[in-house]
């Protein structure tokens, strides 16, 4: 018996120890911030004080728009933490373990848009359904039908949409003999993306060295395709992503800026690309709403007014990215994050939002609010983006989602990046951006 | 002892008891026997309840997976789907690429890897001031983790204002873009493999060295063998079983290599291993498989083949030094 005891009493202290260690080489291996996972701070304490958390990617706004802080001051006893991951493709596997495994969420999760559909498909039991504390009808109507499911039920409320225009960096413009006046931009750019890349050639007759037209062929693919109903996937379910027009034309496009050697050839949101705007070695961008936020962060203070906002090639109307702010069963107070989405996503927070770093409502209350009808953004030599995107946006079209969308247009970027920077082939690009998908999708 | 008998007899135990004592006697010694029988296995339990629960479980499990289509959206989900899965991967060609980039990265860096660490252990044999401290220094960047060490690599190589071509345009040879291209990407992961195991080689062959009896050294010089000849006749032959060692940890070592390929440009890149795989090892493939596209049936058969591979690769190394061995004698 003694023996027993003693090994049994071991083994548990080695497969604790085990144990420990495994989950903290997993922990290290899935590059995971255990913030959210720590279970204390998420707890009410004896005075009914409670922590929220949030974890979003890339840039939501609300550190910089002061809205957790705000929202402390009318709650006095919840605290808001944000945890923030740079990269959406980092964020969202681990979001789909935590999901899997039931623990490590946040009381709030952002979802992106490229995933929503596979998230309402697959997992929509698993978040709470905001269609009892949100008002589904205060967002552009396409945005909430992205988060709908079959049966009616909401898991995200909007945060933004992403309106496009183009950014475009007025001192290489002038350098370049191009007219830097937001106004004369636009027409010479108003027959659609072919003008784009006859600018494109216009500039590069005299750019001045080192510089190029635009960050990335792939950026302007991406423009390109968001303009349209139709993308990777038709209204059956069907990925159609090999035969759609929109897709097309958005890569013969790319190819043609690539051939021509109008791009730098940068993965946007690399290190490289944060450089390059760093460096002002790139004279256009285009921009969704919330690029804005992106390219002043990145480009510095020593940059600013040194870029303005014009519209799109083509005026026409497109809608890039945006996300939504969902609350899983699994966390602790899913009441109160319910609410807190509410006051977040609400037409004064999101107006606040824009205002603070230029992602654009998807909440149609916002469009009225001063914030947002007369917003100008001081970095971008005070464009009125407000008058720029509100009408856009609600003339942009419903577009039909599919699960793997953002692994999609991922895997065409990089293949676009290859023809740019590689001298890739078209064709052997696009072999292998099939090849890509396939697996993927299959 | 006549005398003694009949007050032994006093007080000796009542007769009912005289049984229980037996058995009490053959109980002990039967637990002893158990005892010094069983407790070995005892001993030994720990280890095996372990390995059974994180090595076998889930290297059975992961088979079993392999077998079936589970997607990262729904694990409850299984559907029994036989082999397909590894006919999906061995119809992959970038399944291919990441072997033959697993290959390539793995002699990449273990051939001058193992090479610098013996002349390091060589030298760290002589008499030294400081010895300890230069033994603790060479053991230094294994300590490092393999995050910090390959961000900072990555940094060391960047195509853009990192700080090798910053060294290299200094001198007038030009930048290069390490992580985009075939080759260059491939040195810049083995630069970091090489740095972080040379010291733990070397310290594994200076223990050994360390073994050899010195009247070898002794006698071969006064034969008037060199420094040179000494190590080439008297150390390598006498470390022979340790490089088979560590070429056998090695070879598991770059059969497993991730962090540092997964970190060199990090984002969407370092998960597919540069943007035409050019980099992607048979760990980086597994991963993108799995946790990229959410097709976990396809990542366990990855994860097979890997084993399968490295039995294959093991069995080539017992070949080798079989025949090393034959040759020797």
Known sequence: MRITRTVAGRSRRVAVLATTGLTATALLLTGCSSDSDSSDDTSSDANGKITLTVADFGQFGYKEAGLFAKYHELHPNITVKEDTTADEKVYYPKLLQQLNSGSGLADVQGLEVGRIKELVDTKADQFA??????????????????????????????????????????????????????????????????????????????????????????????????????????????????????????????????????????????????????????????????????????????????????????????????????????????????????????????????????????????????????????????????????????????????????????????????????????????????NAIDKAIG | MATSTPTRDAYAPPPPKKPASARRQTWRSRLWRFDDKASPYAYIAPFFLVFGAFGLYPLIYTGWIALHRVEMTGLDQMEWVGWDNFDRILHDSEFWTAVSNTFLIGVMSTVPQLLVALG?????????????????????????????????????????????????????????????????????????????????????YLAAMQAVPSDLYEAASLDGASRWQQFLKVTIPSLRPTILFTIVISTIGSMQLFGEPL???????????????????????????????GHLGPAAAVAWAMLALLLIIAAVNWLIGRFVRKSAV
Not at chain 1, 239 to 246: L, R, T, V
Not at chain 1, 296 to 312: L, Q
Not at chain 1, 359 to 384: C, H, R
Not at chain 2, 278 to 292: A, H, M, R
């Open chain 1, 129 to 434: 359904d905001l269609s009892k504390v949100i008002d589904v009808n205060e967002w552009v109507s396409w945005k909430e039908k992205q988060a709908t499911t079959k049966d009616g039920k909401v898991i995200g409320a909007g945060t933004d949409i992403g309106p496009m225009s183009l950014c475009y960096n007025t001192e290489l413009f002038k350098k370049a003999g191009l007219p830097t006046d937001r106004k004369e931009v636009a027409a010479k750019i108003a027959g659609g993306w072919e003008d784009y890349l006859a600018l494109g050639e216009e500039y590069k007759k005299k750019a001045p060295a080192g510089t190029y037209f635009m960050d990335s062929a792939s950026a302007m693919y991406n423009a390109v395709v968001s303009s349209n109903a139709k993308q990777y996937y038709d209204e059956s379910g069907e990925a159609i992503y090999k035969d759609s027009p929109s897709v097309k034309q958005g890569w013969d496009l790319a190819a043609e800026a690539a051939d021509k050697k109008l791009t730098q050839g940068l993965a946007q949101f690399s290190d490289p690309w944060k450089a390059a705007l760093r460096k002002s070695t790139m004279a256009t961008v285009a921009c969704p709403a919330w690029m804005a936020g992106q390219i002043s962060v990145n480009a510095g203070d020593a940059n600013k007014g040194k870029w303005d906002i014009t519209t799109a090639p083509g005026a026409t109307a497109a809608n890039w990215g945006g996300s939504f702010l969902g609350v899983p069963k699994a966390g602790k107070h899913v009441k109160e994050a319910g609410e807190l989405v509410k006051w977040l996503t609400a037409p004064e927070q999101q107006a606040a939002v824009f205002k603070a770093i230029g992602s654009f409502p998807s909440n149609k209350g916002a469009y009225d609010l001063p914030d947002v009808k007369t917003a100008k953004l001081e970095y971008f030599n005070n464009a009125p983006i407000g008058e720029l995107y509100a009408d856009e946006a609600k003339s942009i079209p419903e577009t039909v989602l599919g699960p793997k969308d953002g692994i999609i247009k991922d895997t065409i970027s990089t293949q676009i990046n290859n023809m740019e920077q590689r001298g890739t082939k078209p064709d052997d690009a696009w072999n292998a951006a099939t």
């Open chain 2, 120 to 204: 390091l252990a060589h030298l760290l044999n002589y008499k030294l001031r400081a010895s300890t401290f230069w033994r603790t220094v060479i053991l230094t960047p294994y300590a490092t983790s393999v995050a910090s060490a390959a961000l900072v690599f990555a940094l060391v190589f960047r195509a853009d204002g990192g700080l090798l071509n910053w060294a290299l345009e200094f001198v007038g040879l030009g930048d290069t873009n390490w992580a985009n291209g075939h080759w260059t990407s491939k040195i810049a992961i083995s630069v970091i493999v090489i740095w972080r195991w040379t010291g733990y080689n070397t310290l594994i």
């Open chain 2, 263 to 293: 970190l060199l440009e990090g984002g969407t890149l370092g998960a597919i291993g540069g943007n035409e795989n050019q980099y992607e090892t048979l760990s980086i493939y597994l991963y993108n498989y799995g946790w990229n596209l």
